[in-house]
DNA sequence: GTCGCTAACTTTACGACGCTAACTTGGTGA
DNA sequence: TCACCAAGTTAGCGTCGTAAAGTTAGCGAC
């Protein structure tokens, strides 16, 4: 792999104060977001690199994170802290159980395409590294749970509202849910294909979704 | 990142002949697609591995590679060579149009479940390294290139059938295409999950694409 | 038959990486 | 003032990808 460039080293940084470690901390998550975003790929963003940026030593970046996977994650969890509240915004907008539920597909879209490597690190990476979806676990998986537990509650309405056919409908928010991961992970890893214009395609894919979930057109 | 575990060392290989170079390529090959299947992971597949799999030392592994990048990604060319065959095979069995499309979806399905390495190491990860679907680009992309190719002429027969109400194939091949691979990816990727049985929802996804692309019903 | 050429390797080593263990420093409460 | 300990640093281990230079063995030419 090639070696992460060398970059802006910080000046070296007077110590903390007796009860302020954690002050170093928030530094190392925010040079840490900084390096992601500028790179975009973890590869290229190393222990030594943030610990330059900071102005410290690498070392001390493992007083404040248990490894280099603990601080990559913490910084995408922050990152994603807003990815649920983007969605519910969005679908607030619209009174319509479908028009609503299509605007929180657009919103997952385009948080993901804002955070290319963030969602990449979260969603496209093996998740016992990573994230733990299932159990109870970290706050990682926080962000995504409640967002995918509030699309089964958009789809719940739909079928109420008589949009969607009656269905189980966690099993039909995995079926939405999929579908929007897929354009965001290959609009984020192709870019060297032609795709169409993004929002023509998503406002598409959600078109086809609606329309195969409504309910049997004959009696 | 942890260190690949040592593994297997092979007995120090004796030299090839004179214009036998290619015998040493064909076993690195051989032993990268070994390793990259063992390990599952192309991070724990170290040059050095690959070499001490084959009984040579590291540098000879650049004698027949231009680095490690091309002949991981040539070991996942290897293992897609069969990819778009495969989805021919499962669409050929079936005469119509749609049932044709939906075995072709669950081919593509299949595949990336039985490859999952080679699949995220083509399909999930950032494109400027690995794969260039877009220009004329090496073989690499061709499996997926064709096999989109033949997504788009599936989708022409379904319109022609009247299956599918006319559009533009390709951005319809695109919305298909996309949602396969969100299943795929999130299969792989997200092991955690409380998945439902893969093959309720894969045909689920399927189901809801064509009834979503068919003609309206209305007048 | 032996000489030289070159294909097919090996040896050695560099710089970057994640991470650990042991040392230092400086502010603070007793 | 002094001992303590939070908040760092220094030094270094083992691994990685890979470059550069050295070695060896088979083969054609004489």
Same mark, same amino acid.
Not at 68 to 89: H, S
């Given at each position: 792999?090639?070696? &992460?460039?060398?970059?802006?080293?910080?000046?070296?940084?007077?110590?903390?104060?007796?009860?302020?470690?954690?002050?170093?901390?928030?530094?190392?998550?925010?040079?840490?977001?900084?390096?992601?975003?500028?790179?975009?790929?973890?590869?290229?963003? &190393?222990?030594?690199?943030?610990?330059?940026?900071?102005?410290?030593?690498? +070392?001390?970046? #493992?007083?404040?994170?248990?490894?280099?996977?603990?601080?990559?994650?913490?910084?995408?969890?922050?990152?994603? $802290?807003? !990815?649920?509240?983007?969605?519910?915004?969005?679908?607030?907008? #619209?009174?319509?159980?479908?028009?609503?539920?299509?605007?929180?597909?657009?919103?997952?879209?385009?948080?993901?395409?804002?955070?290319?490597?963030? #969602?990449?690190?979260? !969603?496209?990476?093996?998740?016992?590294?990573?994230?733990?979806?299932?159990?109870?676990?970290?706050?990682?998986?926080?962000?995504?749970?409640?967002?995918?537990?509030?699309?089964?509650?958009?789809? $719940? $309405?739909?079928?109420?509202?008589?949009? !969607?056919?009656?269905?189980? +409908?966690?099993?039909?928010?995995?079926?939405?849910?999929?579908?929007?991961?897929?354009?965001?992970?290959?609009?984020?890893?192709?870019?060297? !294909?032609?795709?169409?214009?993004?929002?023509?395609?998503?406002? $598409?894919?959600?078109?086809?979704?609606?329309?195969?979930?409504?309910?049997?057109?004959?009696?």
């Amino acid at each position: 792999m090639t070696p &992460s460039t060398a970059a802006s080293a910080a000046p070296r940084r007077s110590r903390a104060r007796r009860g302020d470690g954690d002050l170093l901390r928030a530094e190392i998550l925010e040079a840490t977001r900084r390096l992601l975003v500028e790179r975009g790929d973890e590869e290229l963003v &190393s222990i030594r690199a943030v610990a330059d940026a900071v102005g410290v030593t690498a +070392p001390s970046i #493992y007083l404040h994170f248990a490894d280099k996977d603990a601080l990559i994650v913490e910084v995408c969890e922050e990152t994603f $802290r807003t !990815f649920d509240d983007d969605q519910e915004q969005a679908a607030a907008a #619209y009174d319509d159980p479908l028009e609503s539920l299509k605007a929180r597909g657009r919103a997952y879209v385009s948080f993901g395409l804002a955070n290319p490597e963030a #969602y990449r690190i979260l !969603f496209m990476t093996r998740s016992e590294r990573v994230i733990d979806l299932a159990g109870g676990s970290p706050a990682t998986a926080l962000a995504g749970v409640t967002a995918l537990a509030h699309i089964v509650d958009a789809v $719940r $309405r739909c079928m109420d509202s008589g949009a !969607f056919a009656t269905d189980d +409908p966690m099993l039909v928010a995995l079926q939405l849910w999929t579908g929007l991961h897929g354009v965001v992970s290959l609009l984020i890893c192709e870019r060297g !294909f032609p795709w169409p214009d993004r929002g023509v395609l998503v406002d $598409r894919i959600l078109d086809m979704q609606v329309r195969g979930l409504a309910p049997s057109s004959g009696p």
